[in-house]
């Protein structure tokens, strides 16, 4: 991995049909949006493997069609933050944690940009929710990495939604009587991820950035990442103890104030509702929620 080498990574098809990763030839997220409709955007070329591998530059060429950057092949894990906004902290009446609260969700998760989300039949129970979040990819495998150089594990920064069943993860019915994240947390696709990689060269620890959720167009969420209880490189140091964070992988940094289970008539995810996650200077994440059939 060099992120030292370009600002912002795609992946996408040229006009010879070769898939291939590039540079977008762009100044931010908005000229990215504006040229990818206007079929105008170019990028330069870089060959590899996967996204955080050794890349090779190349020539300036035409961006014919994007594809998603990260696959689940090329994310080893997917580590999240829990209650790490602080007005969220508040809205779900918690105290805040001492350290980082860290759960798990699998590469199965990943989903794609405009995907849409199945949503399976064992959490069609009317408490599916949104989650928009700052999401970290790691560039490098480190251990035990101290704050002082956490910025120089991190390949770059996308928007993500991190989908939640809630029953299965508060309700004692289904939860039992500690909730439990995974399961709830960790069905296939339940973590769609924007389709630009952002490197800390341009947004640094990505902590000035405003987040933004809507549902059908629907504002939800509007919050500064500068709210973050726990920053980029807290967080890194903290989830690297004695644990080996490997290149590739994803950590959602947890998600503010807005979601549907904070308000006092809950406003939860029907078929068909579409869930845009936006974050200032990354991107967006759009995905229409599929209840399978």
Known sequence: MSSDSWAR???FVDDNGDET???PIVADEKEFAENLANNTLEAVEYKGSSPVSALTKGEKVHVKELRD?????DVPIIRCIGLNYQAHIKE???TPPPYPSVFIKPSTSVAG???DIPIPKIAQDGTVDYEGELAIVIGKTGKNIPKESAL???AGYLAANDVSARAWQRDPKKAGGVPQWCFSKGFDKFAPLSPMLVS???VGNASTLQLRTTVNGEERQNTSTGDLLFGVEEIISFVSQGTT????TIILTGTPSGVAMGMKEPKYLNDGDVVEVSISGLGNVKNVMAFEK
Do not use: C, D, K
Request: overall charge negative.
């Open 9 to 11: 990574l795609i992946r």
């Open 21 to 23: 990763f590039g540079e």
């Open 69 to 73: 950057l990260l696959r689940p092949s």
């Open 92 to 94: 779900g009446g918690r």
């Open 113 to 115: 940009h405009s995907e």
């Open 152 to 154: 120089e594990y991190v």
């Open 200 to 202: 800390p060269s341009v």
């Open 245 to 248: 964070i490997e290149a590739g």
